[in-house]
């Protein structure tokens, strides 16, 4: 029986889409464990610092009524939606937060719930992405559970930099979203499919993943044209022997939809990208010195880690010191890496020939991750969730080729491998003899299933249970934090006693990343002084605020840095000087000096641990007048004790 051309045959696409459900559900228990484990475990720096403050305004914002472009709580950070990382004009990541913040939750159950979310969406969207690539449904799952629970999502990501998660949970949607662009078998609607999907990446709040994006739809484009699919365009190019023009066929048809598609998709997220191309335009970011891109690259002496993740060697933190690190954010459950070596032990050419695109994606992408990074970005294993995910894709089709592929055995062999040198040069950190013991029970369980049980029926899930086994492993034995600081943040910082929430203030303290740390600080911290963002918690006016940007006016006038602080040298003038302050103020008052009638509050409250709080009141709007009366204030009064 034939069938003409035009005919179509309609696919159910609905168990794929109950099958990411179950991925993302299965990612969901994996975070479940782990907060049973560790209920802090999404709980880390910039969460405390910055996002969920930040997110607490956004609730506070909508409940209002208003949209949450600009924050009144802080100078520094007022600008929300120039900041980017909050996701200010991301339809989910706003209804999230609106949603999450109705139910009387803890602050980390707040971060862990958020996280949860999205490693919810990321999971299902790496499915669909696999199904669409004809991979199994066992296979597909072991997609989803790379690309959601690798090393660099949880440990940065999901607990950290949550723009960088709110972002890339999208991004295989994305893929998914352009590849049907480029399907000639759909309709001739097929470019509104990644559309919705290219905004939520671009208005997620990670500049990184928007880079990510640019290089995925430029690498599909290069696969469509020299694919040879669809209809041709002619080229006349001149013949070099001077007779008639060679004819040179490129097939641009097929790439039209999805540039059409990720152009409406830009478009759509036109007032983020605009946004930060604004605020970064003469911010402390734009003149970022240049050893900030040299850290945090992936050093090709850690890629060992791929297969044993407490492999430590020196990398470069962020203060451009070489320091032992283990290789956490490699860690992708070690089933990826071994059925790629393996599939090349089997059929090299074959393999080579089948997949040269996606090898090429991943070896561009590892290349970005390990070399320096230039403009405004900075830190390049941020490149690390993409090489994941492309890594995850190219496995699976080793296993989809050849699905009794020997890889439990190729993962013993690579840890032997792996141990001997990391034995004899000392590499194998505080956690080595733990996860390497564990590592090797697991892989050597599979090696056993598939040498005595080859034709079982439940073989195909052998990988997905494998990785989900070794990645929860990982994370119960090496801390998922990576060294970043923890605080003791606790609810009362919701109240904002002790300090009044009509005035506004300058808070000054040292380095909240060391300070306040809670192996330096176990106590609970930030009631008075109120680090990087927290005073959005409880609606307080500061100048300090979380900020990586550090726009022009306020943050650089006083020389803040990312966490809220003032430099060090000057808060330390900056205390000696106002302490004659409030009798130069009471003074002026007195002779009438009508300047600086808008200051005459000014107080200083002192702490037990001598960290200082200024306060003035009537001035609570962060507008130009006011910083521009605070500067002048301030230096005529440093004139005037000198």
């Not at 060992?304 to 992708?332: M, N, Q, R």
């Not at 709080?613 to 521009?628: E, G, K, N, Y």
């Amino acid at each position: 029986m034939s069938f003409s051309a035009s005919v179509k045959i309609r696919v159910n696409h609905w168990p794929n889409f109950f099958g990411a459900i179950v991925a993302g559900l299965i990612v969901v228990g994996f975070c479940l464990l782990l907060l049973w484990h560790d209920p802090l475990v999404f709980w880390n720096d910039d969460y405390q610092l910055s996002i969920l403050p930040a997110f607490a305004d956004v609730a506070r914002s909508w409940n209002e009524g208003h949209f949450p472009l600009l924050s009144p709580y802080s100078w520094v950070c007022s600008n929300l939606a120039g900041e980017f990382q909050y996701g200010t004009f991301s339809i989910f990541i706003n209804a999230a937060v609106i949603f999450i913040w109705k139910f009387p939750l803890t602050f980390p159950q707040q971060a862990a719930a958020l996280s949860i979310t999205h490693l919810f969406v990321l999971a299902a969207g790496a499915f669909l992405l696999a199904r669409d690539r004809k991979f199994s449904f066992p296979v597909s799952i072991f997609v989803a559970l790379v690309a959601a629970l690798n090393g660099w999502i949880i440990c940065w990501g999901a607990s950290d930099w949550f723009g960088a998660l709110g972002a890339f949970a999208w991004l295989p949607w994305a893929w998914w979203g352009l590849e049907r662009a480029l399907d000639r078998q759909r309709s001739r609607w097929r470019f509104l499919w990644p559309a919705p999907f290219v905004y939520l990446v671009v208005t997620g709040g990670f500049p990184y993943t928007v880079l990510m994006l640019v290089l995925l739809i430029a690498w599909l484009a290069c696969r469509a044209v020299a694919s040879r699919e669809g209809g041709p365009i002619k080229f006349a190019t001149a013949n070099p022997s001077g007779g008639v023009p060679l004819v040179e066929t490129k097939n641009l048809t097929p790439v039209l939809p999805m540039m059409i598609g990720a152009a409406l998709g830009f478009g759509m997220s036109a007032p983020a990208w605009l946004a930060i191309f604004d605020y970064v335009h003469g911010s402390a970011r734009e003149m970022q010195p240049a050893d900030a891109h040299w850290q945090w690259i992936v050093p090709w002496r850690a890629l060992p880690g791929l297969i044993l993740p407490c492999w430590t060697v020196k990398w470069v933190d962020f203060s451009t010191h070489y320091l032992p690190h283990t290789a956490t954010e490699l860690a992708g459950g070690a089933a990826a890496p071994a059925a790629l070596i393996a599939g090349f032990i089997w059929r090299p050419r074959m393999l080579i020939r089948r997949m040269k695109w996606e090898l090429i994606l991943l070896l561009v992408v590892l290349l970005l991750a390990m070399i320096p990074t230039a403009g405004v970005f900075r830190w390049s294993f941020r490149w690390l969730p993409l090489f994941h995910l492309v890594l995850a894709i190219c496995a699976a089709e080793v296993l989809n080729v050849r699905p009794n592929s020997p890889t439990g055995s190729t993962i013993v062999l690579a840890l032997i491998v792996v141990t001997i040198p990391m034995s004899i040069f000392g590499l194998a950190g505080n956690y080595g003899p733990t996860v390497t013991w564990i590592y090797f029970q697991i892989a050597v369980v599979w090696a056993l299933y598939e040498l005595f049980l080859p034709r079982m029926r439940f073989r195909d899930w052998a990988p997905p249970v494998a990785t989900f086994a070794i990645l929860l492993t990982t994370y119960f034995c090496i801390p998922s934090n990576c060294g970043v600081p923890k605080y003791n943040l606790s609810q009362e910082l919701l109240n904002s006693a002790p300090l009044d929430p009509h005035r506004l203030y300058l808070s000054v303290y040292p380095p909240a990343e060391s300070t306040y740390r809670i192996e330096n600080k176990p106590a609970s911290v930030g009631q008075l002084v109120r680090p990087g963002s927290t005073s959005m918690w409880a609606g307080l006016h500061f100048l300090n605020g979380y900020s990586p940007i550090l726009p022009a006016g306020i943050a650089r006038e006083f020389d803040f840095r990312i966490h809220g602080e003032i430099n060090s040298h000057e808060a330390v003038s900056m205390v000696s000087l106002l302490r004659g302050i409030r009798d130069l103020i009471r003074r002026s008052v007195r002779i009438g000096n009508s300047s600086l009638q808008p200051w005459k509050a000014l107080s200083i409250i002192e702490s037990a641990r001598g960290w200082r709080v200024f306060a003035q009141s009537r001035r609570s709007i962060p507008d130009r007048a006011s910083t521009l009366l605070w500067r002048q204030f301030l230096k005529s009064m440093i004139r005037e004790i000198m």
